[in-house]
């Protein structure tokens, strides 16, 4: 069975940074692309990012330019570093494995746990 386990999350202040990172088991990450969504109280959930099994990169425009996923296979682990954090990025986190489609479109079929992100003013 396909687990995802979210860690790294926490509080930090605005211009704060923080790197959740998404461990993946029961399978590589060679199989699927690893999505990261959010969830803040009161909002819709959000696709953040997203890095496919060749390496390429999306992103929503909100975190351009602040967030960068990464993924590290000898370690099975992606990585979602975030600096210049603001208190709109205050959500609960989760990683997803998934399928990206030719045109682009990301369809998650497995969810982590998530973690918790909390940005002070």
């Known amino acids: 069975e396909v687990q995802l386990a979210e860690s790294g999350g926490g509080l930090v202040q605005a211009g704060g940074s923080l790197r959740p990172s998404c461990a993946a088991s029961e399978f590589t990450l060679d199989a699927y692309a690893i999505g990261w969504f959010r969830h803040a109280a009161g909002k819709e959930r959000e696709g953040v990012s997203c890095?496919?099994?060749?390496?390429?990169?999306f992103y929503t425009d909100s975190v351009k330019g602040r967030f960068t996923v990464s993924s590290d296979n000898a370690k099975n682990t992606v990585y979602l570093q975030m600096n210049s954090l603001k208190p709109e990025d205050t959500a609960e986190y989760f990683c997803t494995a998934g399928i990206m489609h030719y045109t682009g479109t990301y369809r998650p079929d497995y969810w982590g746990q998530g973690t918790q992100v909390t940005v002070s003013s």
């Open positions: 890095i496919t099994s060749g390496g390429s990169t």
